[in-house]
């Protein structure tokens, strides 16, 4: 019976990490055929031929590591860089509350690893009535340079 209750606990937890990255509106998601260490590393080297900077980092499962347990890999990439944030706050200090913009690498039961974030005009879209042009125009050149690490990542 326990034998039983522990393997319909995994089903649960495998089917809610399998929906977790379903599409939602807003959202890109990049399945990949690379490991989730191979993905992480081609995260940081696209990073560093975009005009931005990784500038926060977090990772469940290191932290889940340090305390005994096994999950599968995630890590979340905080990406900016001074300059958006000063306009980002020129054309709307509530904004700011969204940066940095995440990019997301999560580890598939499979062994594979998916890129995803979401776009940072759907990031910014609750503020552009109060941001006018001015936000519109910078979320828009971001998704540009998000778009541009995430091709970099997925196809180095």
Known sequence: MVRLLL???LI???AALASALETREGWVIHDTGKSFDELVG???A???KAPIAVVTQASASDGARSQGHEILGNRVFGLYRNDYARRMLAASVASGIEAPIRLYVTENADGTASLSYKT???VFLPYF???GDALRDLATELDGIFDSVAEM???D
């Open 153 to 155: 990542a997925i196809n």
């Open 12 to 14: 649960t937890v495998t």
């Open 42 to 44: 081609a995260v940081r």
């Open 7 to 9: 393997i319909s606990a």
């Open 129 to 131: 009535d109060e941001g």
């Open 46 to 48: 696209a990073v560093k």
């Open 120 to 122: 940072p005009t759907a």
